[in-house]
């Protein structure tokens, strides 16, 4: 039996909400992506058909990103259109598997564009070329023109997980500081982008230097450091309206902000009396609670997805490692304890690692380990990397940098947990420090 599940369109706003249909009884083409080295999936997407007027730019411009989608996961190879032996004119047509199957393509994608007024309809099908059989039932989507592309992520979405089993991400978005001017002068902004660097467009002016973005649970607003008033502090925006607000106007420098897995707290770290430790401030009535003490460093806070621990980086040892503690404070326990230094730690949205940056021998690494410390694996290394965040899924690792010199510069790139895939991701000017949303409703 078919387990249909409904899909919502609301086109006025140009909101997205679906499900892929899933039927039970078929047996879908798998990849495994729990390996260090895979070979990509073979899969065809001939042009999308374009019904209507208008709708043959579009139709082309989707099948396009659908494509840099999956490719750009390392986990599908394209089968260039020069090789097709078949021509989809017709969405609704029979496939002719044979002409599929002869050019090796285990997965086919076929899709079709309307055009109507403002909004757009975007059609696909899946299929198993060798199983001669869809994956699947079709899905169809419904928007604004201007949502065109969050169409395409979500085309592409809805395949990856069909073909994987697991969760996509590129239906999310990344907040980052754009960096321009010379490297001893440079101008640092808020900048927010789809994830694979499309629409970026500014936060901020470049008035006050800004650091350390992170988005809310909800994707609405973000926490980051800014030195408007003279020193670090602490600030909560909405990325729509770009309203903003002091988060704290206690004495002391605040820092390294990020929210709770609910949304309704915010920890950070605060420097005051020569002391810099972590702190908990509740959203709702701005409530302040110390989580640690004494004379070491501990900063970089990040929570467990369920909300029950929180780790931090801390030189506590004489020299900066990786803790976790309860979220309410109290006993901290290392978790490092390979050579070099550790910072930066962030959990997994899945909640079985810790992402983290590694400085030894000189060199900076992105690096992973299970939440007790075992099975360190590092999957950069370079002059300087630093600044890990995950993808929703927790697949993908997104992360910057920078070039050694005096015109050293930053830039964003993202690599695989396997430590396959590393590429750059391209931004309009200079890129650092980004943190990834969930997948956008």
Known sequence: MKNLIKLIMIAATGMLIANAPVNAQSKPLRIEINQGVIEPMPIAAPKFVAKGNGSQEYANQITAVIVSDLAGSGLFREIPASAHISNITNFDAPVQFADWKAINAQA????SVNVSGDNLTVQFRLFDVFAQSALGDGLQFQAGKGSWRRMAHKVADAIYARLTGETAYFDSRVVYISEEGPKNARRKRLAIMDYDGANSRFLTDDNDIVLAPRFSPNNKE??????????????????????????????????????????????????????????????QNG????????????????????GQQIVFESDRGGKQQIYVMPTSGGTAKRISFGKGSYGTPVWSPRGDMIAFTKISKGRFHIGVMRVDGSNERLLTASFLDEGPTWSP?????????????????????????????????????FGSDPAWSGLLK
């Open 287 to 306: 409530g302040k609670t110390r989580l640690t003490s004494g004379t070491s460093i501990e900063t970089a806070p990040s929570f467990s997805p369920d």
């Open 108 to 111: 086919l994608i076929t899709g």
């Open 393 to 429: 899924n927790g697949r993908v690792i997104m992360f910057f940098r920078e070039t050694a010199g005096a015109s050293g510069a930053p830039a964003i790139y993202s690599v695989d947990v396997t430590g396959r895939n590393l590429k750059r991701v391209k931004t309009p000017s």
């Open 222 to 283: 973000i926490v980051y450091t800014s030195y408007a008033s003279g020193s670090p502090k602490v600030y909560l925006m909405n990325v729509d309206t770009l309203k903003q607000r002091l988060l704290d106007e206690q004495p002391g420098m605040t820092f390294a902000p990020r929210f709770s897995p609910d949304g309704t707290h915010v920890v950070m770290s605060l420097t005051e009396g020569g002391n810099t430790d972590i702190y908990m401030v509740n959203l």
